[in-house]
């Protein structure tokens, strides 16, 4: 019994699950204050996710003695692509508002570099069919959570988002309806990808 919990508590256990919270938390997570904005609590979100995915896969490489790095024309495009975000940042006229921002902006230097961080944890670690399905299974029941939340606020009113302290009808739990569209957009792009190119069989295939 004690053997199975180390199985399961260990570092490399855990830090497999963070992926997974990431992608099922983002589509629904807002902070439920009007003085807090919906793209904030996400950036906000989303750079302490993969703060912590890059804790976990250095604690991983450590661990097995090994560190990987993914190689391809995508990952020296994505490097070139941080040089030249570096480079025009850091000779801007406002240097420090274009590499931080104000706070958990989408166009500085340290999003942008907090992506490439993303899109090299995801090369990394995203190499077996199997995670592969489980991230695509967990992606799709936040989606459906997303539109349950949604049709119930369009059938019910304003007295059902109220309940969840998003009171402003015109946002939605993407940001505005536009976003919203869009993440469904890239939900059913996802989805047929899947179909197509993963092996899916029975129930996964259907989902």
């Known amino acids: 019994m004690p053997e199975a919990e180390n199985k399961f508590f260990n570092i490399e256990t855990i830090g497999s699950f963070v992926p997974y919270c990431f992608l099922f938390l983002v589509p629904i997570f807002f902070v439920p204050s009007s003085n807090v904005s919906i793209e904030y609590g996400k950036s906000a979100l989303f750079s302490l996710f993969v703060l912590i995915a890059l804790v976990f896969y250095f604690l991983n490489s450590y661990r097995r003695k090994t560190f990987s790095l993914p190689s391809g024309v995508s990952l020296y495009s994505a490097v070139a692509l941080i040089l030249v975000y570096a480079a025009s940042s850091f000779l801007s006229s406002t240097a420090w508002v274009s590499v931080v ?12 570099f907090s992506l490439f961080v993303l899109c090299f944890l995801v090369a990394s670690e995203f190499q077996k069919i199997e995670r592969l399905v489980t991230a695509h299974v967990v992606f799709i029941g936040s989606a459906l959570l997303v539109a349950i939340f949604h049709l119930c606020r369009l059938l019910i009113g304003i007295k059902f988002v109220s309940f969840f302290g998003l009171d402003n009808f015109s946002l939605t739990t993407l940001g505005t309806w536009s976003d919203l569209a869009i993440f469904f957009g890239v939900v059913a792009i996802v ?10 069989r029975g129930v996964f295939r259907f989902v």
């Open 101 to 112: 921002g104000y706070g958990f902006e989408t166009f500085t230097l340290s999003a942008v």
């Open 191 to 200: 989805s047929v990808a899947a179909i197509e190119s993963l092996p899916l």
